[in-house]
């Protein structure tokens, strides 16, 4: 069973909007990502955020990790055009040969 | 400048042929991974390898193999596509310490007719 789970599936902004996208996970982990994937093409690492961090910012995203309700958030804010993309959360679970696991993702359209 | 290669970016290849997909990083890294994508959905790692003469198997079973001669060179074989392999295919790698997340080459879209 998948251990990343985002919410919503798609999201419809306007330019200048701030864009909120959540991830739910199974089990405990060391570390959550958060990727980028324009058109189908390869993933853009953003941000991690360890297991023993709440917050994290980096330019325009913030990212939230709550470990007693296993979620994430990744905060967008004044989106542009160029941000659509689908933004998937990742976990690593820390074990010396542990590999990530993505979840379904996060659509995101930003009109102009 | 460090990165990460997939060739061929597409492919259109008959039931039956024999094909490798290529994935070739220049960061000196360890760890490298294969995973499957179908469209909107999530990634599923099917192979995975922590060095030269080192390969895994991943979550979702496939009938590719995986070879890690050299540290940069990890290439993905199909012995014999069929239509179930139409799909796209994404090579990462990472370093050491988790820190910096996985880099991903632009994959390889694989159609199957």
């Known amino acids: 069973s998948q251990q990343g789970e985002e919410d919503p599936q798609a999201l419809s902004i306007q330019e200048g909007e701030n864009a909120t996208m959540n991830c739910s996970y199974k089990?405990?982990?060391?570390?959550l990502q958060w990727y980028r994937q324009n058109s189908g093409r390869g993933l853009v690492h953003l941000i991690l955020i360890r297991s023993n961090e709440r917050e994290k910012h980096s330019g325009r995203l913030r990212v939230t990790l709550d470990t007693s309700k296993k979620s994430s958030s990744l905060l967008i804010t004044a989106s542009r055009a160029a941000d659509t993309a689908s933004y998937f959360c990742a976990t690593d679970a820390g074990r010396r040969y542990s590999t990530l696991t993505f979840g379904k993702g996060t659509m995101l359209l930003v009109s102009p | 400048e460090a990165d990460i290669y997939q060739t061929p970016r597409y492919l259109v290849i008959g039931t039956g042929k024999k094909i490798t997909l290529e994935c070739s990083q220049t960061?000196?890294?360890?760890?490298m991974y294969w995973y499957q994508q179908d469209p909107g959905m999530e990634l599923h790692l099917i192979h995975y390898s922590y060095g030269v003469n080192s390969t895994e198997k991943g979550d979702l079973s496939s009938e590719s193999t995986v070879s890690r001669i050299r540290t940069e060179h990890f290439p993905l074989t199909l012995e014999s596509a069929r239509p179930s392999h139409t799909s796209q295919y994404l090579c990462?790698?990472?370093?050491?310490?988790?820190?910096?997340?996985?880099?991903f080459g632009s994959g390889t879209r694989l159609t199957v007719v």
């Open positions: 990462a790698s990472s370093g050491e310490g988790g820190s910096y997340g996985y880099t």
């Open positions: 960061m000196g890294h360890d760890k």
């Open positions: 089990t405990s982990i060391n570390n």
